[in-house]
């Protein structure tokens, strides 16, 4: 259910909106404060999207290193201390599905 109302969302809007409106809030709440243009641990920046090549396979969460931070299963566990919940690594995992496209920088 969820899968069906997060594609009928995304059919109503742009990546760029999609970015905007729910990925870029989650990242800069959850990932900013420690992954910035000043402080980039693991060379990890959400302030500069090329940073994350990485990271980042587009378009396959499954490879990509972020998404498996994300499960805390592994030895990099991300974020620190408790998972997120598990629709908002919904929402990441869309995004990373669907290109990894940017909107508006974060701030
Ligand atoms: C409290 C600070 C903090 C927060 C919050 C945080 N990170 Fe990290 N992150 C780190 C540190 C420190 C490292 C390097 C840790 C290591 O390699 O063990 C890291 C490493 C990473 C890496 C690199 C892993 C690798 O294999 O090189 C990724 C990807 C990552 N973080 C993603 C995220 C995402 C996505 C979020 C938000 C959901 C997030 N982080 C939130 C501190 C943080």
């Given at each position: 259910m969820?899968?069906?109302?997060?594609?009928a969302l995304l059919a109503a809007q742009t990546p760029e909106q999609f970015?905007?409106?729910?990925?870029?809030p989650i990242l800069t709440k959850r990932c900013l404060?420690?992954?910035?243009?000043?402080?980039?641990?693991?060379?990890?920046s959400f302030?500069?999207?090329?940073?994350?090549?990485?990271?980042i396979v587009s378009g396959q969460p499954d490879?990509?290193?972020?998404?498996?931070?994300?499960?805390?299963?592994g030895g990099v566990r991300m974020p620190p201390g408790l998972p997120l919940p598990k629709r908002e690594i919904k929402v990441l995992r869309e995004w990373v599905k669907q290109g990894a496209v940017f909107g508006a920088p974060l701030r």
């Open positions: 969820i899968a069906v109302a997060l594609m970015f905007d409106r729910k990925v870029a404060p420690c992954h910035n243009k000043d402080l980039d641990n693991a060379a990890v302030q500069n999207p090329a940073t994350l090549k990485r990271v490879q990509s290193r972020l998404i498996e931070t994300l499960r805390h299963e």
